[in-house]
């Protein structure tokens, strides 16, 4: 999302969507279960053809289609002069148990 806020606004309710843990995942599970863990999960990318850096893009809750020329020749750039674009993809995992 980081490469995709250089080119446009990323939409308040996708922004306010990554709350969700916070505000609702975190709360069922304190109310639902004894014990429970989430595991924060940072995932490197690396992208060496920007038609697939543009597939997941497409793929996103921020697509803008007016946005995509101008990411693809930063995406092209980054290949050319790192063999490579590389970035962060953020996610969670929870496991929970009951007594």
């Given at each position: 999302?980081?490469?995709?806020?250089?080119?446009?606004a990323i939409p308040p309710q996708v922004d306010s969507s990554f709350e969700f843990r916070s505000?609702?995942?975190?709360?069922?599970?304190k109310n639902n279960f004894s014990k429970f863990?989430?595991?924060?999960?940072?995932?490197?990318?690396?992208?060496?053809d920007s038609n697939q850096f543009i597939e997941f893009y497409r793929q996103t809750t921020y697509y803008v289609k007016e946005a995509e020329n101008g990411l693809r020749v930063f995406v092209e750039n980054e290949i050319n002069?790192?063999?490579t674009l590389k970035f962060n993809k953020y996610s969670y995992a929870v496991t929970?148990?009951?007594s």
């Open positions: 999302m980081e490469i995709a806020r250089k080119f446009h505000k609702v995942v975190e709360p069922f599970f863990e989430i595991s924060f999960l940072k995932n490197p990318q690396s992208i060496a002069e790192n063999g929970a148990e009951r």
